[in-house]
């Protein structure tokens, strides 16, 4: 387990912080030592060794921290939030290196975080909870292109997300349709909505957007008001999603 906190031993040096638990379930001296060196060069703080918590960083901790639980070679590391505490550089290396360690170690990773940044760029797969209980689950892409629950659809972000006034939502839907577009992969390089003014009578203006880096895919996202008659609506809705494109009209 990877704390939020660190829960070093302010008094041990690093490499004491990472054998001591190893000592404590009875591993050979040979063997702590080869484990603590191994893991200790993996998270980059091997000249680190004889230095105490107190002389480093809030990064290099969590690197303690995470060679800690690495060398129990466990085949499951529960990172509990262990970003949260750090500035965004330094969560960017932790992460980084969270990745590498999925990688190359093959280790699940079974990630606690309220942080959006964190899921869209290490995690396969989300699990959503409330009050206790997991109320949503699946792919990265399939929840944050299509939440179900408004505990959901509130985390993962809505038209609101766009930062866009509430009454100027309203006023656009007095004389359109609003709707969120999601282009996945091969679909965001291709001129979908431009196609829709040309091929119906239907007028796309585009209110906002923006582009998310997701592990595995790259998620582009609008928020449009379509100006046209509802069959020529339609019809448009009817080719974006012919054209890969995932569409969510905006109802509230």
């Keep these: 387990m990877i704390f939020q906190g660190y829960n070093l031993l ?4 690093v490499y004491e912080n990472v054998a001591l638990p190893l000592k404590l379930e009875g591993l050979s001296s040979k063997l702590i030592r080869e484990r603590a060196d191994k893991y200790l060069e993996i ?3 091997s000249d680190k060794k ?3 918590p107190a002389q480093l960083s809030g990064g290099q901790k969590q690197r303690v921290a995470i060679a800690r639980a690495l060398a129990h070679e466990p085949e499951i590391l529960l990172s509990d939030e262990a970003t949260s505490a750090l500035d965004p550089e330094t969560t960017d290396s932790i992460l980084k290196l969270l990745l590498e360690i999925n990688h190359t170690l093959g280790i699940t990773i079974f990630l606690i975080t309220h ?4 899921i869209e760029r290490i995690c396969d797969r989300v699990a ?3 009050q206790g209980r997991v109320v949503e689950e699946g792919t990265v892409l399939d929840i944050f292109t299509n939440p179900k629950q408004e505990t959901t659809k509130r985390f993962v972000g ?7 006034p509430q009454d100027l939502l309203e006023e656009y839907k007095k004389t359109g349709k609003l709707v969120s577009l999601y282009f996945v992969g091969q679909s965001s390089e291709e001129p979908a909505l431009a196609l829709v003014s040309r091929q119906f009578d239907c007028l796309p203006s585009i209110l906002a957007g923006g582009i998310e880096h997701l592990k595995n895919d790259t998620l582009g996202k609008l928020l449009v008001h379509l100006k046209g008659e509802e069959d020529a609506y339609n019809d448009a809705i009817r080719f974006l999603t012919e054209q ?6 905006v109802t509230k």
Aim: proline residues 0%; charged residues 30%.
């Design 10 to 13: 302010k008094t041990a040096t």
């Design 244 to 249: 890969g494109v995932t569409v969510r009209e």
């Design 128 to 130: 959503v909870m409330e």
């Design 50 to 52: 004889e230095h105490f």
């Design 115 to 118: 942080e959006l940044d964190v």
């Design 43 to 45: 998270v980059g703080l």
């Design 158 to 164: 809505s038209e609101a997300g766009f930062d866009i």
